[in-house]
């Protein structure tokens, strides 16, 4: 027999063992939850649904790239927040049964994607992006769990929800180009999908899964604004539509990332113009029904800082790039202030609710005061921060034995990174967005023209992405962020969008079939 032959049927015989090995596993699995259903009923949704998701995609990603994978995960990230919703259906279900349904993705990430791709991060040379974005993650991972204030499934779920997407620089570096059409697809598929949804609450109103939803206002923040507008409370009782997503800002945030995703398919030809049109305008009007004034300020951003990528050589000079976004921060909480004061009238004056909640102004009081918070935080932070234990998010579900100011961080992204990680931390942050930029000068120096608009797209979605934290936060360091800092940080590494053990002939030709 050819020796290639007989180690197809190795392989074959390997794979089909995994197989095997991983029904027996889902058999027992199921097992297990109808047993935990039967004993907690109140679980009983969320354990139904993990095994309905968890057990299919399990079975796709046995033998298939890792590009497969990562977009099985964006896939599996767009709709977790929507099927945490879906629980409530069944009625008397626990509201911390969602987080089962909710943890699903960072379960998949960590397991079928970073796991399997550590081998080819610790062979690979690490670029200087990959480096700096390592080195923050270790001291922010130290001043987590050595600072004092969170508790200790607070720093456990900080290190796993706030810090782990840090390491999607690493894994997207490892794919270079070979994984952005996927994500991208997925990226703009998913956001198409949740902006039809958006729509749909927008013009008629919350669904049964929304109002089954709204019975755990006290864990959601979406879902205690819907709840207060169906009490006619909040701002003219209206409530902003989440579409997939659990608030508003991240439905417009996600939604901006599909935008960024149908730009770069656009760019590669991967989509036609009419394609092109229609999902930015389903998306574009998606953002704006969201009724979040920071994501239409990031959107504009986004157009602008494509034209001027692509027109002038301006983002190509990464000292201006750091420049400009120090200048973001200067004057984010100084137009901030001036709305507040010289338009703050108009929401009461305007009789259109819907109007009325655009140009509610009241909100800028809560991030007028940002540079004020930093220069009054810096003393304090300045060689060292209290962690992302201490992270509201985190407090709010898992207990703090720190007592912070109101509204500490002013819903900056900046000043939150002052607290979390200290000057140090923030000097670093800053030196890695040096760094991509610089990257992204090289790409576009080097690469021909489709390669220099694709480079161009995905500078100009950092820089809108980042806008974002100037009046929300950092909600925006997601793993679609940092998919695209990677994606920028990748030294020419075309063929490296497969695991350490690349992909058979035998599974490649089950794949095709």
């Not at 069944?90 to 994607?113: D, E, F, K, N, R």
């Not at 507040?340 to 005061?369: C, I, M, Q, S, W």
Request: net charge positive.
């Amino acid at each position: 027999m050819w020796k290639g032959e007989s180690q197809l049927g190795a392989l074959e015989i390997g794979w089909h063992r995994r197989t095997l090995l991983l029904a027996t596993l889902a058999v027992a699995g199921a097992v297990a939850s109808g047993v935990v259903a039967v004993q907690y009923d109140q679980w009983a949704m969320s354990l139904a649904l993990a095994l309905a998701i968890g057990l299919p995609v399990a079975l796709v990603s046995i033998s298939t790239t890792l590009e497969r994978r990562l977009v099985i995960f964006f896939s599996l990230l767009a709709v977790a927040d929507f099927v945490k919703r879906v629980v409530f259906l069944a009625p008397g279900q626990s509201p911390w049964s969602q987080y089962l349904v909710m943890i699903l993705p960072t379960l998949y990430y960590g397991v079928a994607i970073l796991v399997p791709a550590l081998p080819r991060i610790i062979a690979t040379p690490l670029s200087r992006v990959e480096q700096l974005a390592l080195l923050y993650l270790a001291l922010a991972l130290a001043m987590t769990w050595l600072s004092p204030g969170a508790t200790l499934l607070g720093r456990l779920a900080a290190s796993g929800l706030l810090l782990l997407p840090w390491t999607m620089i690493l894994v997207a570096a490892r794919c270079g180009e070979g994984a952005l059409r996927g994500v991208s697809r997925a990226l703009s598929y998913w956001a198409a999908v949740s902006a039809l949804y958006g729509i749909w609450l927008f013009f008629f109103g919350p669904t049964p899964v929304e109002l089954g939803w709204a019975a755990s206002a006290e864990f959601s923040i979406g879902a205690q604004h819907l709840r207060m507008a169906m009490s006619g409370e909040g701002v003219e009782g209206v409530w902003r539509v989440t579409g997939l997503q659990p608030d508003a800002f991240t439905f417009g945030l996600f939604l901006l990332t599909g935008l960024i995703g149908t730009h770069v398919l656009a760019a590669r030809g991967e989509i036609d113009r009419l394609a092109y049109a229609a999902l930015t305008g389903l998306l574009l009007l998606g953002i704006v029904l969201s009724l979040v004034r920071t994501i239409w300020v990031a959107t504009v951003l986004f157009f602008v800082a494509r034209w001027v990528a692509d027109r002038t050589t301006l983002l190509r000079h990464p000292r201006l790039v750091l420049l400009g976004i120090v200048l973001m921060f200067l004057l984010a909480p100084t137009a901030a202030a001036f709305l507040y004061h010289r338009f703050g009238y108009l929401a009461a004056a305007v009789p259109n609710p819907l109007l009325a909640r655009a140009l509610t102004f009241g909100t800028l009081e809560a991030r007028k005061d940002a540079l004020a918070m930093f220069i009054d935080v810096l003393p304090e932070r300045l060689l060292a921060g209290l962690g992302y234990g201490i992270a509201p998010w985190i407090t709010g579900k898992f207990g703090s034995m720190l007592e912070l100011p109101p509204n500490f961080a002013e819903h900056n992204a900046l000043v939150e990174q002052l607290w979390y990680v200290g000057f140090p931390g923030l000097l670093l942050f800053g030196v890695l967005l040096y760094g991509a930029f610089a990257r992204f000068a090289r790409r576009y120096a080097e690469g021909n023209q489709l390669e220099r608009q694709g480079s161009a797209i995905l500078a100009a979605g950092v820089l809108a992405l980042f806008a974002t934290g100037l009046g929300n936060g950092g909600v925006f360091l997601n793993y679609p962020f940092f998919f695209l800092l990677g994606t920028i940080a990748a030294e020419g590494r075309q063929d490296t969008g497969v695991l350490s053990n690349a992909e058979t002939p035998a599974a490649r030709a089950r794949r095709r079939s």
